[in-house]
């Protein structure tokens, strides 16, 4: 009988399209080799173009799914998305803090690409207080670092990703998809600074989905045994892929193609 591969638990809301949230995190990391293990936080309604509400879970739900899984299957790395409320991340601090040595990924989503919230203040002060130092990598867009760090709209990301990693978190993935240029500059920080500089030839058209793709990518690198700057570039190569063969299957944004790949 062969060996298990790898698994990856993600705390993270549901999509009914496939492109973002607990579906996206499971396409990526089956197509990466890894077994992905889901606890769902919210369900959420909405199509290609945006969200239309979120029910999230009651916090001892949560807790109730990931100790079955995690007394049952030993886990190589978690993967944070949406929560849904500060009950949740609560919960979610607290379960990451049983498994110290076990990566963590944290995607921390603000809101969808057309702009839907999908945090409030209070889930931006447990995911600042709680889980940024339970976090092994923050992949935050501009935007929701400039958040995180409670800076202004035009702050430094370098400022920002040091006030992230002053929290606790020990590296910051700031991604550059909501800046301007030609081309996606997405940063890597550690407590020593800028760790790696990686950039890619920018898209056309919007994309469902990214961001999860790319901390899930991540969170699969971890789960392997790479470091974090190997795994930093090799997710960022998986999801520029994912994204330049994506397709739009609604009348919304496209969706990455995480099987880009395969025959």
Known sequence: MSSSPPAVLCFAASDPTGGAGLQA???????????????????????????ESVLALEPEWIARQ??????????????IGVLGSARNAEAVAQLL???????VVLDPVL???????????????????????????ATP????????????????????????IASGCEYVLATGTHESGPQVVNRLFGAE??????AWPRLPGEYHGSGCTLASALAAALAKGL?????????????????????????????????????
């Open 25 to 51: 995190d499971l396409l990526t990391l089956a197509s990466l080799g890894c077994l992905p293990l889901s606890v769902v936080t919210a369900v959420t309604a909405q199509d290609t173009r945006g969200v």
């Open 66 to 79: 990931a100790r079955l899984v995690l007394a049952d299957i030993a886990v190589a790395a978690f993967k």
């Open 97 to 103: 803090a049983a498994h110290p040595d076990t990566p």
């Open 111 to 137: 809101a969808s690409g057309r702009g839907d919230a999908l945090a409030d203040a209070e889930v931006l002060q447990l995911l600042r207080a709680r889980l940024l130092p339970l976090t092994t990598v």
């Open 141 to 164: 867009n501009s935007p929701e670092a400039r958040r995180l760090a409670q800076a202004g709209a035009d702050a430094d990301l370098a400022q920002c990703a040091r006030a992230l």
């Open 193 to 198: 600074g800028l760790v790696r500089e990686d």
């Open 227 to 263: 470091d974090v700057p190997a795994a930093a570039r090799a997710a960022q190569e998986y999801t520029w892929k994912a994204l330049q063969a994506g397709f739009a299957p609604g009348r919304g944004q496209r969706l990455p193609n995480r099987f880009f790949g395969a025959p």
